[in-house]
């Protein structure tokens, strides 16, 4: 019997998206097209396909399928899973009213999957960040119509990294409004260095949330904004294991690390949330040491291969963790995080 | 009284370089200009200058001053350096022949400075990567007239990460001819992501490091040269702490990851070496864990800012290693990536 748990660190998409490169006249999107169907005749297994042609992944029912995810949820002790959008989607290379059209579409699709299923799915919108002014608009909406619970965000948007000042007023109305903020990596650095071996997940992704949570910290986005509430994909990625180097490099040459805050990085630990996807039982370690037992959430990556396909094995295998901190890191702390309550999702069992 | 120790991972450089870009008629170079005199009237500070004018660091006489150098070793325990360039002056980006001069003069000067010493100082080469058949000419002369240790190279050579089919020939005369190869960033990615807070140094060389390691073990390089000694700087960098995302990345898209050799990276630790410059008590013993005890190099970065100014002080503070893999790590590592032997440096009695 599996302790029950939220899991922050799921994707979800619509069955079908609009052909965005023809309604809008350019590319940069990626399409749905079936690719396999069972029995009964449904879409079981579709390609996402970028409008060049070329694949980008292939994905299962249950990255749609709401029926076909509680069934894994129910199988593996999942309660309550945190809902975003697949980040290839967050399409902030769109003109403007292109991009608020990409994201109403998802965030109302987003919507009424949670309000299909109150208690088991919480959901988090996505905004048109490459136009702050319409970003906020849609922020709006999905904080107040859509009863989101917050936002997913990209680790940069374009060439802004997120200490960028045309970013700053979407976190603050983010605090204002109490939203969580789900900082994930996507559209990888250096492309041109990793053309093998998925480098751009393996190495680019761990590297992309290292620039984010350095950008934010260095750049002072929470202490000006010390209410608001990030949590970072993949235990931070490569910022659990350099911050030594880093946290070292802002004492030798605060020159150049301190230009825009006088704090240090290690000012900030315990003010962000990281999820628990991390692969391996030392650096859960290091991270639940480095970030704070009250800080890290289960996060899996469903439905995804490079996921925990048992959401939270690492965390129920940890010896360290008393019973209390492991009801935190299961469900405790990703509450605080989304400013939600255990009777929100009939989850009082779950929390000691 | 500190325990004596090796430093692999210290960097030298001439007093004066030439002005290359007068030289070759382009550009991309770094030379040396005064910052401070003594009282004796001698340099005693140095700015490393870009041809456009830009300073790219102020270092002090330890940077080239050997005796300044055996003053700071004898104070911190240090027996031996292992002395490499500093990146900035691999110049991979020169044309062939201009790069082979700057490897030349380079290579000479360090020979000359462990002629000097040879009780204290070992040397490792540079070579002008970009043009592999004069690559290979020169790593020869390092090899044998020049009595070097080895060679230091970047992360990548333009284009080239380490899988490069340019690049397996020096690695396998290298393997041949047993020399220890020092793997260190330089020329960091995506410098336009990494505009502040000096993350090209704190994000990019770890991700370097990652890009490096990923390269070498999924490209299959260890693989066909097992008795190459490759050393990567920084712990390895991003790679320690995202092992656990690798491996899984492996195991779960082998049609991705699998293209150039079946063998997963795990079959390649404690194939290689890493130093011990991880700023980080807890990712020291990530590391000694992953790589292995008989696998981590006390390296200090000697003499900048970002090293560890004790070299060896995470080490010594270490509570979980034993006596004698504290020498391991302090000394009998480094001789055997060295291909040395601890009579060629007076250490018996440092090593039990």
Redesign the interface.
């Known amino acids: 019997m599996l302790a029950p748990r939220i899991d922050v660190h799921t994707h979800l998409l619509p069955p079908e998206l609009p052909r965005w490169a023809h309604k809008f006249g350019r590319g940069g999107f990626v399409h749905l097209e079936p690719a396999a169907r069972d029995a009964a005749g449904r879409v079981c297994q579709a390609r996402m396909v970028r409008d060049d042609g070329t694949a980008f992944r292939t994905i299962d029912a249950n990255a749609w399928d709401l029926d076909a995810r509680l069934v894994d949820c129910d199988a593996t002790g999942v309660r309550v899973q945190v809902l975003s959008t697949v980040p290839v989607l967050f399409s902030y290379q769109a003109r403007a009213g292109d991009g608020l059209e990409i994201a109403r579409f998802l965030n109302d699709h987003m919507a009424e999957a949670c309000t299909r299923h109150p208690h088991r799915f919480v959901g988090l919108g996505t905004l048109p960040l490459q136009a702050p002014d319409l970003a906020l608009v849609e922020l709006e909406r999905c904080m107040g119509p859509l009863g989101l619970a917050g936002v997913e965000i990209g680790t940069?948007v374009g060439?802004w990294?997120l200490?960028a000042d045309e970013l700053f007023p979407i976190f603050e109305r983010a605090a204002q409004l109490g939203a969580a903020v789900f900082v994930h990596p996507w559209d990888m650095?250096?492309p041109?260095?990793?053309a093998?071996?998925?480098?751009p997940?393996?190495?680019g992704?761990?590297?992309e949330l290292?620039?984010a949570l350095?950008?934010v910290l260095?750049?002072g986005v929470l202490e000006r904004l010390p209410t608001l509430r990030l949590l970072f994909a993949?235990g931070g990625?490569?910022f659990?294991?350099?911050?030594?180097?880093?946290?070292?490099?802002f004492a030798?040459?605060p020159d150049?690390?301190a230009?825009?805050n006088p704090k240090p990085p290690s000012a900030y630990l315990g003010a962000f949330w990281v999820d628990s996807l991390?692969?391996?039982a030392?650096?859960l370690?290091?991270a639940l040491?480095?970030y704070g037992r009250h800080r890290v959430c289960l996060g899996s990556d469903y439905p995804f291969?490079?996921g925990e396909s048992q959401p939270g094995a690492l965390v129920d295998a940890n010896p360290r963790l008393t019973p209390a901190e492991q009801a935190a890191v299961r469900v405790g702390n990703a509450l605080a995080w989304l400013g939600r309550d255990a009777a929100d999702f009939s989850l009082g069992d779950a929390v000691r």
């Not at 093998?196 to 480098?199: A, F, K, P, T």
């Not at 294991?241 to 070292?248: D, E, K, P, S, V």
């Open positions: 940069h060439p990294n200490d650095l250096a041109e260095r990793m093998r071996y998925w480098l997940w393996l190495v992704m761990p590297a290292a620039v350095c950008s260095f750049g993949h990625g490569a659990a294991g350099t911050f030594g180097r880093i946290a070292h490099g030798a040459r150049l690390c230009t825009h991390l692969h391996d030392a650096m370690d290091v040491d480095l291969p490079l």
